[in-house]
């Protein structure tokens, strides 16, 4: 049980102050019973109505989009893929699960739960994304067996192996699992080729929702958000 104020500024329609001010006007209602006092605790799992309309009061978002090329995971830029969420979520304090590149297009997470990004982020978690590229020229069977292998660049630095399978044409598909920088781009160069469209298809074993137009976004379900980690 919480407040009831408490529960409709978790929606982040609403700031607490204007959460009460709702429920003094007569306007919220919590499984069909008007509430009347700010204070009233109410089960946490109620459906919440305002003004007539459901309203989503979870604490914590979990939001899969499909990016479009041109814009930045990041906040405070006018060309932010944050800019794309619907409204009702601009509260919420919402980041990117990790990043894609300005002009990667593709599966993208978005959420407010820091433990959530932590666990996918993580090294130890080694969860693998899947990505299809349109490349300058065709992959090779060497390109696949040094994708296969790893790299260690003239500095130093390594990838570990990554599966690189060939496509039609001058595309192929390739999993990854370090989310280093410009990854996939950087190993492509490290065999001589070079990525001239790339799209995020696959995080984990969740797949992107093709019915998703680029900059669509939509809430994904709890099986969802565990299919991340299920490979």
Not at 154 to 179: D, I, M, R, W
């Given at each position: 049980?919480?407040?009831?104020?408490?529960?409709?500024?978790?929606?982040?329609?609403?700031?607490?102050?204007?959460a009460?001010?709702?429920?003094?006007?007569?306007?919220?209602?919590?499984?069909?019973?008007?509430?009347?006092?700010p204070?009233?605790?109410?089960?946490?799992?109620?459906?919440?109505?305002?003004?007539?309309?459901?309203?989503?009061?979870?604490?914590?978002?979990?939001?899969?989009?499909n990016?479009?090329?041109?814009?930045?995971?990041?906040?405070?830029?006018?060309?932010?893929?944050?800019?794309?969420?619907?409204?009702?979520?601009?509260?919420?304090?919402?980041?990117?699960?990790?990043?894609?590149?300005?002009?990667?297009?593709?599966l993208?997470?978005?959420?407010?739960?820091?433990?959530?990004?932590?666990?996918?982020?993580?090294?130890?978690?080694?969860?693998?994304?899947?990505?299809?590229?349109?490349?300058?020229?065709?992959?090779?069977?060497?390109?696949i067996?040094?994708?296969?292998?790893?790299f260690?660049?003239?500095?130093?630095?390594?990838?570990?192996?990554?599966l690189?399978?060939?496509?039609?044409?001058?595309?192929?598909t390739v999993?990854?699992?370090?989310?280093?920088?410009?990854?996939?781009?950087?190993?492509?160069?490290?065999t001589?080729?070079?990525?001239?469209y790339?799209?995020?298809?696959?995080?984990g074993?969740?797949?992107?929702?093709?019915?998703?137009?680029?900059?669509?976004?939509?809430?994904?379900?709890?099986?969802?958000?565990?299919?991340?980690?299920?490979?």
């Amino acid at each position: 049980m919480k407040r009831a104020d408490a529960i409709l500024s978790d929606s982040g329609i609403f700031t607490r102050s204007e959460a009460k001010k709702a429920i003094y006007e007569g306007r919220v209602f919590a499984d069909g019973k008007k509430i009347v006092s700010p204070s009233e605790k109410i089960n946490e799992n109620a459906v919440f109505t305002v003004d007539g309309k459901e309203i989503n009061t979870e604490k914590y978002v979990y939001l899969m989009m499909n990016k479009p090329q041109g814009y930045i995971c990041e906040n405070g830029s006018e060309n932010s893929v944050l800019s794309l969420v619907p409204k009702e979520y601009y509260r919420k304090g919402l980041f990117t699960v990790g990043r894609l590149d300005k002009d990667t297009e593709g599966l993208l997470l978005i959420t407010n739960d820091g433990d959530f990004a932590h666990a996918v982020a993580s090294p130890k978690r080694n969860i693998r994304k899947l990505y299809f590229a349109e490349l300058e020229r065709e992959v090779t069977a060497e390109d696949i067996a040094a994708f296969a292998n790893g790299f260690e660049t003239k500095n130093g630095e390594k990838f570990l192996p990554a599966l690189l399978e060939k496509g039609e044409g001058k595309t192929a598909t390739v999993t990854v699992s370090e989310g280093k920088y410009h990854e996939v781009k950087r190993l492509f160069l490290l065999t001589g080729n070079r990525v001239l469209y790339l799209k995020r298809l696959k995080e984990g074993g969740l797949w992107l929702d093709t019915s998703l137009s680029p900059g669509e976004t939509r809430a994904i379900t709890d099986e969802e958000k565990e299919l991340v980690f299920a490979e």
